[in-house]
């Protein structure tokens, strides 16, 4: 057995338990962060005219159940110290490939949704083998997955969205785009995608190595956690969802559009970063991302209805990246220095009496 193993496995086992825990349990931001969510619903729902309707906070609900479909599987990435830049340009792509598949090759809507979600999940598969086996950092497979993707939607469709054939009556839309009296079944979906990502992260096996992994890669191989496989599961698991939400969105839009998601993957991003996800790995919960959503959700609707542009809502969205990354980044500084002081204290001869 290597001498190094021997040496520093359980200090290494005494950082990486620390990290599973500081990721699991942190009560008191995710209560802030769920204050500030209700203040924020509070606000607009005494300014913003309608937006305290029924319509309205289930359109809300059902545009950003979109976001935390996807967040999910960022959550993952994040805290597994990675990220996918390229979800929004592979949810673009599955409603492309799902009309292709309906229109030109006259498959049946059931075979082509499974068809589209197979290569949103090859997509993440595709990243994840960069990453981990060739070693390319995530930051640039991504960004080049995203080129790839958007280059592929433009050149299938020619720029021009891909219109569904015409059937209602099929149970396939009826489980992807209905409702239940007045609830969209799109927000049930969401339902079981955050009980399911909240159930693996916090109470697995997977979601123990996903923290320990992110919290201290050495740490966890010394331990014995395959984190080239954890990482890469993860890189899977965020292609499989934004496959899931690109048959969503097809199956109610009844379109393949290649443009639509140009700017879903900052109203990801900044809902994972507003919902207390480390950038740097480590901790992050699905609640967290639950909650971030529904302040980004809350933002893009209660400021248009404030009477600000749309464009003026990412301008918003932006600035709230920046500032918490910020202010993640302040705390962590701030906490290490603290560490370092009470070592060099701890560490400081007693006085002679």
Same mark, same amino acid.
């Given at each position: ?12 086992? =005494?950082?990486?338990?620390? @990290? $599973? ?5 942190? *009560? ?22 309608? &937006? ?9 609900a059902r545009?950003?159940?979109s976001i ?35 229109? =030109? ?10 068809? @589209? ?10 990243? !994840? ?35 569904? *054939? ?26 079981? %995608? ?8 916090? &109470?697995?096996? &997977? !979601? ?7 919290? =201290?890669?050495?740490?966890?191989? %010394? ?7 954890? $990482? ?6 965020? !292609? ?16 393949? =559009? ?12 900044? @809902?994972?970063?507003? !919902? ?6 480590g901790a ?48 962590? $500084?701030?906490? $290490? ?11 400081? *001869?007693?006085?002679?009496?």
């Amino acid at each position: 057995m290597n001498t190094e193993t021997q040496t520093f496995t359980p200090t290494r086992l =005494d950082e990486l338990n620390h @990290a $599973r825990l500081r990721g699991r349990k942190a *009560p008191a931001r995710e209560l802030a962060l769920t204050a500030v969510a209700l203040l924020l619903f509070g606000f607009f729902s005494l300014f913003a005219a309608y &937006f305290f309707t029924l319509d309205n906070v289930l359109d809300m609900a059902r545009v950003s159940t979109s976001i935390l479909i996807v967040g999910i599987g960022l959550t993952f990435l994040f805290v597994a110290g990675e990220l996918d830049l390229s979800v929004g340009a592979n949810v673009a792509l599955t409603t492309v490939v799902m009309g292709l598949l309906l229109t =030109d090759a006259g498959q049946s809507p059931l075979l082509a949704a499974l068809l @589209a979600l197979a290569m949103a999940a090859g997509v993440g598969a595709v990243n !994840g083998f960069f990453v981990t086996l060739v070693g390319v950092p995530s930051f640039i497979v991504t960004l080049a997955m995203l080129s790839v993707l958007a280059g592929t939607s433009l050149m299938l469709t020619s720029g021009i969205p891909v219109n569904f *054939p015409a059937d209602s009556d099929s149970w396939m839309y009826s489980v992807t785009a209905g409702s239940i009296g007045q609830v969209p079944v799109v927000i049930i979906w969401g339902a079981v %995608a955050f009980v399911v990502g909240a159930f693996l992260l916090r &109470f697995t096996v &997977f !979601g123990y190595h996903v923290y320990a992994t992110g919290g =201290d890669a050495h740490a966890a191989h %010394a331990a014995g956690i395959k984190t080239a496989r954890t $990482r890469f599961a993860c890189f899977v698991l965020t !292609g499989f969802l934004a496959g899931l939400v690109g048959v969503l969105q097809g199956c109610w839009l009844r379109q393949g =559009d290649p443009s639509s998601g140009d700017a879903f993957t900052l109203q990801v991003i900044a @809902a994972v970063i507003l !919902g207390g996800v480390a950038l740097t790995g480590g901790a992050g919960s699905v609640y967290g991302t639950l909650v971030g959503t529904a302040i980004v959700g809350m933002l893009a609707n209660g400021l248009v209805l404030l009477g600000v542009t749309s464009n003026a809502t990412q301008l918003f969205v932006g600035l709230i990246i920046i500032a918490v990354a910020s202010l993640e980044l302040g705390l962590k $500084r701030k906490t $290490r220095l603290t560490r370092r002081l009470r070592t060099l204290t701890s560490r400081s *001869p007693s006085p002679e009496r």
